[in-house]
């Protein structure tokens, strides 16, 4: 069956950084565009960044600029989201989202990220 399983969250000091991870499985992981959204409390989930299928076109959240990199190796059926210079305000659950040719999409259960000092 379909997995998206995301890994890397955890609690880090402002200004630091982390990467977080999707694993995928149960499906053709090549042909899908993969993105990481965000949801912080009370707040409705936001696209944080996206990846073309082959990982040639890249798109982010202008809050996320310059300071995340989303990347994706297919021969391994992951993903990357690489955040530095963290704020306390990009704290919230992120989730991987794999969105196919005929727009079936998949999400992962989240990872918890806390930038706090």
């Known amino acids: 069956q379909v997995q998206l399983v995301e890994s890397g969250g955890g609690l880090v000091q402002p200004g630091g950084s982390l990467r977080l991870s999707c694993a995928a499985s149960?499906?053709?992981?090549?042909?899908?565009?993969m993105s990481w959204y965000r949801q912080a409390p009370g707040k409705e989930r936001e696209l944080v960044a996206g990846i073309s299928s082959a990982g040639g076109t890249t798109n982010y959240a202008e809050s996320v600029k310059g300071r995340f990199t989303i990347s994706r190796d297919n021969a391994k059926n992951t993903v990357h989201l690489q955040m530095n210079s963290l704020k306390p305000e990009d704290t919230a659950t992120y989730f991987c989202?794999?969105?196919?040719?005929?727009?079936?999409?998949?999400w992962g259960q989240g990872t918890q990220v806390t930038v706090s000092s």
């Open positions: 149960g499906f053709t992981f090549s042909v899908y565009a």
């Open positions: 989202r794999a969105r196919g040719p005929l727009y079936e999409t998949y």
